[in-house]
Nanobody, 125 residues
């Protein structure tokens, strides 16, 4: 079992930056791809970014490409999402998720077995 805890969310002005972190405990997730998703009230969970277990391959949603950067430090069991040039429409809860022993990334939320509790990101206009 893997437990994921996100942190680093908060309030930022439009155009600003924020970095959210996802720390894993329990069974290591160093051999698993990890993704970030976000979900606004009343909407479906939306893919944001993902990274393979080695960190050699990343994927991004078109809406964040060029603004967000995903990275990981397996020694620290931590995955980061650096968010730059933030827009008000980026406001929502951000979740990290890990696949169960699968190296490759996926854009589908139902292919991730473990989820954190989420961290709120609010971008003021």
């Amino acid at each position: 079992q893997v437990q994921l805890v996100e942190s680093g969310g908060g309030l930022v002005q439009a155009g600003g930056s924020l970095r959210v972190s996802c720390v894993a405990s329990g069974r290591t997730f160093s051999n698993s791809a990890v993704g970030w998703f976000r979900q606004a009230p009343g909407k479906e969970r939306e893919f944001v970014a993902a990274i393979t277990w080695r960190g050699s391959i990343t994927g991004y949603a078109d809406s964040v490409k060029g603004r967000f950067i995903i990275s990981r430090d397996n020694d620290k069991n931590t995955v980061y999402l650096q968010m730059n040039s933030l827009k008000p429409e980026d406001t929502t809860v951000y979740y990290c998720a890990a696949r169960r022993g699968v190296y490759s990334i996926s854009y589908r939320a139902d292919e991730y077995a473990y989820w954190g509790q989420g961290t709120q990101v609010t971008v003021a206009s």
